[in-house]
């Protein structure tokens, strides 16, 4: 058993040795997660080489001696972010090519779920969705599911056979947003992705379209469309403020950026954005330095994009590879894209967002998640105490 980042770490260490017999010598005891990295990784190695020496294992010993005695005298060091997953993850020494082969060997595919500890829609994942028998059961049936932290140091080896670590692995496949899903066919070839927390009827016909190789047949935008279901208001939420008809997108002379929302009449999440998230005063503020312009994402509504092509708003949706509503584009006063969301978020994550982008910070700190801790300590410190789930 191996639960990473400042919990109880337990790795079997097949030993050999004059002294030893082949067996397995049992590590086990709390550690601070910048000690664990480099005790886990001495383990998979050891594991993967399937031997030991004496001598290595009362190294490790003498290392542990003093994390042993202050946990003794604390009662265990515990990481207050931490979100136990679920037992049935995949334990993996993630080597991403083997995973893989063993997956389609058993007739699953790979699920690489990349988390950071005190993410709380990570926990929504674990606790809301995972919690659902149904969408359990299903997962385990199609998937191995292999757990990533984005800012973790141990050893990864790609599906090019290169050998880095969960930050760089993490960095390398843009990972901005947590969880991020990524679904692998039996080549490690990425079927499907998702940047962020997707709700249990969506992520259900996720696990379905994914594990029933249905993207063989049919683009997820359609297998969604055809399935979602039509609790909603079944009307789009315009604004007199946004820009209007006719949408020549690479004519405007605000010099502002430009903020595209891609949604649907039939869409509870697009009514819960517009009536409570972006109704509120901090978030009106952001707005407004945006020229926004909001659409169906399967009309036919004429528009000129950005880059001067003249196309449909369902068009244009597809050929940006919109996949959920609401999708927020955010494009530069030059027309290119520079950020987008589409995934389930709460005010703050939203109002990060738009600053991010109105800001300019995308172009200094290209790591949103790090932004978001920036901001967020920023405003505690002027007093302005942040809930991360309003």
């Not at 469309?225 to 939420?237: F, I, N």
């Not at 903020?259 to 005063?281: G, N, R, Y």
């Not at 994550?349 to 700190?365: E, F």
Request: hydrophobic content about 40%; proline content about 5%.
């Amino acid at each position: 058993m191996r639960q990473k980042n400042d919990v109880l770490v337990a790795a079997e260490l097949p030993v050999t040795g004059a002294n030893f017999p082949a067996s397995a010598c049992l590590l086990a005891t709390r550690v601070r997660s910048d000690q664990y990295e480099g005790i886990h990784a001495a383990g998979v190695r050891a594991e993967r080489e399937h031997v030991m020496k004496p001598g290595t294992v009362m190294l490790l010993f003498l290392f542990l001696m003093p994390t042993l005695s202050l946990a003794q005298e604390t009662g265990g060091y515990e990481n207050p972010g931490y979100h136990e997953k679920p037992a049935w993850f995949k334990s993996s020494f993630l080597d991403i090519r083997e995973d893989v082969k063993e997956a389609a060997g058993t007739g699953k595919r790979v699920m690489l779920y990349f988390y950071q500890d005190g993410c709380p829609y990570c926990a929504k994942l674990l606790d809301t969705n995972f919690s659902q028998r149904e969408i359990a059961e299903k997962t385990q049936k199609y998937f191995d599911v292999i757990a990533i932290n984005m800012w973790g140091a141990l050893e990864v080896v790609d599906l090019n056979g290169k050998t880095t670590h969960e930050k760089d692995f993490a960095a390398g496949l843009k990972v901005m947003f947590t969880p991020t899903l990524l679904f692998l066919d039996e080549q490690g070839k990425v079927v499907l992705r998702l940047n962020g927390y997707y709700p249990p009827h969506k992520f259900s016909a996720v696990i379905d379209y994914v594990g029933q190789h249905k993207e063989k047949d049919i683009s997820f935008r359609d297998f969604w469309k055809a399935r979602a279901p039509s609790v909603a208001s079944g009307k789009l939420h315009q604004s007199p403020d946004w820009l209007q008809p006719p949408y020549a997108l690479d004519q405007r002379k605000t010099g502002k950026p430009l903020l595209v929302f891609f949604e649907q009449k039939e869409c509870s999440a697009c009514d819960e954005l517009h009536q409570d998230i972006l109704a509120q005063e901090e978030s009106r503020k952001l707005l407004s330095g945006f020229d926004v312009a909001l659409f169906d994402m399967w009309s036919k509504t004429p528009l000129t994009t950005p880059d001067g092509k003249v196309t449909t708003a369902a068009k244009w949706a597809k050929t940006l590879n919109v996949q959920y509503v609401p999708t927020l584009v955010m494009f530069d006063t030059t027309g290119k894209e520079v950020f987008r969301s589409e995934a389930y978020l709460r005010t703050f994550h939203v109002q990060s967002v738009l600053d991010y982008v109105l800001s300019g910070a995308y172009l200094k700190q290209p790591n949103f998640q790090r932004y978001i801790q920036t901001r967020a300590d920023a405003l505690e410190a002027q007093g302005v105490h942040i809930n991360l789930m309003d």
